[in-house]
């Protein structure tokens, strides 16, 4: 029930359970393996009620939806435009999915739905510590800072390992920068914003953040190749 998953998240599942069926572990048939990879590299999105599973025992009601709607049941998107599953599949030029064996049970099984969100959550933060590394780049270049504050020494110091990935990503970035003077940032910025309370000092918030991410994109690739 409730409103309906986005499409790329939906998408995202089934891609999940794909790879995870292509491992061979899971007795499902050729068949349906190959449907799958069909309609991914169609645009076709199930409708997905995004209320309905916990990821605790298996995401069986959101690929039970996903899976109806490859059968021709239900309600698909494509491109924007909701209509019925079998229309959809149709439109596509796709056979709908026929359940053999054990099928059913390793189509649903699992938790391609949490690993999938965890996975799409993973790329954004991502993303945006990315962005965030090239704008400190940016900043020291506008401010003509000196670069100490990337300093291998310094980093391994403080035993935190995003820090230290941190300073290395940086380092590089800004290899061969030239500062136009020396001027420590706590002469022009409020002693409140130093984070750390100096200028040289790799952001805290971008040492959590890559000690974390490295951790959770460890366990959604093992949760995503369970079950």
Known sequence: QGPALPPQVVRAMLLTRTWTLAQGHSGVSAQA?????????SPIA??????GSVGASGDLVP????????MGRGDVL?????????????RLGLAPLVLEGRDGLAL???????AAAAGLACAQAGRAVATSIMLSCLLTEVLGAGTEFVSGRLAVASGHGGG????RLLHDLMRGNVPSGERPLWKDVPSWFLI????????VALQHHMAGRAGAQREVVVEGASH
């Open 33 to 41: 393996l190959r449907t799958m990879v069909e309609v991914l590299a």
């Open 108 to 114: 649903v099984n699992g938790t391609p739905l949490t």
């Open 164 to 167: 230290i990935a941190v300073s």
């Open 78 to 90: 494509i491109e924007g435009v909701r209509m019925p599953a079998s229309e959809g599949l149709q």
């Open 196 to 203: 750390g309370g100096e200028d040289r000092i790799i952001p």
């Open 46 to 51: 199930p409708i997905v009620p995004e209320y």
């Open 63 to 70: 690929m039970a939806h996903a899976v109806g709607a490859l």
